[in-house]
């Protein structure tokens, strides 16, 4: 006999507010599934407030009890039992992020915990990863948001090396291109050190952004891009105006800008590493979220 469960998980990055509700069924004898059940996506670019201006507007604060009272509105329709909302790099970075989720908490009883990178990283490593993973493949993993990357490297089906870096594709399109030169030198640095003793590596691309430009190369689920497309890819996204990227290519607006400087980062990671492909999985912070809830849950029954 099967029972259904479900959570909901919000992720509050720099670019964009996550909301995603899904469907955890359990039988006797089996590994949970986790099935999708609702993804909603509000684009509150949190990232501009906190990166250039050191603190959250009030006009956001505002839109962002907006969005927590939608949620909870939509939480309560799908029956979720359980949720989780985690802020990332622009809440934490902010001089105010502490007091504007309490403020939060206030006025909507929604509690939002404020992560750092490392846990990001956790998290995100804690989804489909390992199932995606041969254990005779030496991958880098690599995450990119609004406000920062993170990178992962496995091998042997085990994490070797993880760390986050505070560059992000919200942060690379304010900062100034002396200071984006620096940042990529510490990324580059890490990428090299830590991969230059494996023969063969295998890029795995998280995010909104690569998403996006897989649904764009029109491959089925599964099949990698290779660099030589992703770099062809990337010529043609500098081309077209922002305008044109909207309305040509369909994408949203707060989508045709940052979608440059992601594939840039991903590019720069497959050069650095040696890697010619890069898989994309759907898999990110809000999974990681829920399979955390689900399995948190078992431990305290238990």
């Known amino acids: 006999m099967a029972s259904l469960k ?9 670019n964009a507010i996550r909301l995603l509700i899904s469907n955890v ?4 004898d089996h590994k949970p599934q986790f099935k999708k059940s609702s993804l909603v996506r509000v684009p509150i670019r949190l ?4 990166f250039v201006h050191g603190a959250i507007s009030d006009t956001n604060i505002q ?13 309560g329709i799908h029956g979720v039992e359980k949720y989780k909302a985690c802020a990332t790099s622009a809440i934490r970075e902010a001089s105010n992020g502490e007091k504007v989720a309490e403020f939060i908490f206030k006025k ?27 254990k005779d493949k030496t991958y880098l993993y690599v995450d990119v948001g609004g406000g920062s990357t993170e990178l992962s490297l496995f091998s042997r089906g085990n994490i070797i090396h993880s760390k986050s870096f505070k560059i992000g594709t919200v942060r690379l399109l304010n900062n100034s291109k002396q200071e984006n030169k620096e940042k990529f030198k510490h ?13 063969k590596i295998t890029l795995i691309g998280s995010g909104g952004n ?15 891009i290779s660099y030589i497309y992703l770099n062809a890819q990337y010529q043609f996204l500098k081309k077209m105006s922002y305008r ?3 309305t040509e290519l369909g994408l949203n607006p707060d989508r045709a800008d940052v979608i440059i400087p992601a594939t840039k980062i991903y590019l720069y990671a497959m050069k650095w590493s040696g890697a010619r492909k890069i898989f994309v999985p759907k898999i990110g912070l809000a999974d990681g979220l829920i399979k955390n809830l689900y399995y948190s849950n078992l431990k305290s029954v238990d």
């Open 6 to 14: 479900k959570y909901g998980a919000i992720d509050i990055g720099s």
């Open 25 to 28: 069924i359990e039988k006797k």
């Open 47 to 50: 990232g501009v407030d906190s």
């Open 63 to 75: 839109r962002m009890i907006d969005a927590m009272e939608a949620f909870k509105l939509l939480m």
């Open 108 to 134: 909507t009883g929604m509690k939002i915990d404020i992560i750092g990178g490392k846990e990001e990283a956790a998290l995100i490593s804690s989804t489909d990863l390992n199932e995606l993973i041969s």
């Open 187 to 199: 990324v580059e640095h890490w990428i090299k050190k830590h991969t230059s003793k494996y023969n």
């Open 210 to 224: 690569i998403n996006k430009l897989f649904k764009i190369s029109g491959r089925t689920e599964g099949a990698p």
């Open 244 to 246: 044109q990227r909207i």
